[in-house]
């Protein structure tokens, strides 16, 4: 199974909202609603920002949304701000376990 | 509370066997649902899945790994041991370990570093 396709890196101003795409096959992401998105800061181990496409943890912000279409996820940051800085990475469970995506960087101008 | 907590060499040497142990807390591995699963990332690069079990015992492993990794677990330990052979520099990585709830890894370890140098 090949990695799951993100953009590289993308990039807002405070207080924009922000899209990033994830995308896979009809054997991964089209195929499950298990979708889900990971922040990572530098050093740290990433934490679970949205589960099953499109819920969201107790304690992450309401300003973190997710959806699918076809085999597309995508992750939305609205009211961008300073912290949300940080690598984010989409996984999808698959039926020999789950893949990762290949990663993208956000950067608050 | 959830913990997980990564143990084992930092350095091995090129074909040689990596063994990492999990040791969690705040949860059973005998519950239904649950799961561990093992992640790494080499310095710099995106995250990578290798290998989860269930609390049934069902395995899954990475495709591209498959035939270098095993993944065993102590119930009664609170462990999770994941063993991977001939060890090659580009192993090189932070490695993790994850509790898995039904769909999604919802926790995570702090991660070990582990180096493959001669």
């Known amino acids: 199974q090949s990695a799951l396709t993100q953009p590289a890196s993308v990039s807002g101003s405070p207080g924009q909202s922000i899209t990033i795409s994830c995308t896979g096959t009809s054997s991964d992401v089209g195929g499950y609603n298990y979708v889900s998105w990971y922040q990572q800061h530098p050093g740290k181990a990433p934490k679970l920002m949205i589960y099953?496409?499109?819920n969201r943890p107790s304690g992450v912000s309401n300003r973190f949304s997710g959806s699918k279409s076809g085999n597309t996820a995508s992750l939305t940051i609205s009211g961008l701000q300073a912290e949300d800085e940080a690598d984010y990475y989409c996984s999808s469970y698959t039926s020999s376990g789950y893949v990762f995506g290949t990663g993208t960087k956000v950067t608050v101008l | 509370q959830i913990t997980l907590k990564e143990s084992g060499p930092t350095l091995v040497k090129p074909t040689q066997t990596l063994t990492l142990t999990c040791t969690f807390s705040g949860f059973s591995l005998s519950t239904s649902g649950v799961g561990v699963g093992w992640i790494r990332q080499p310095p710099g690069k995106a995250l990578e899945w290798l290998a989860l079990?269930?609390?049934?015992?069902?395995?899954r492993y990475s495709p591209s790994l498959k035939s270098r990794l095993t993944i065993t677990k102590d119930t009664s330990k609170n462990q999770v041991v994941l063993t991977m052979t001939n060890m090659d520099p580009v192993d090189t990585a932070t490695y993790y370990c994850?509790?898995?709830?039904?769909?999604?890894?919802?926790?995570w370890g702090q991660g070990t570093l582990v180096t493959v140098s001669s």
């Open positions: 099953d496409v499109s």
């Open positions: 994850a509790h898995l709830s039904s769909t999604s890894v919802d926790y």
């Open positions: 079990i269930y609390w049934d015992d069902d395995k």
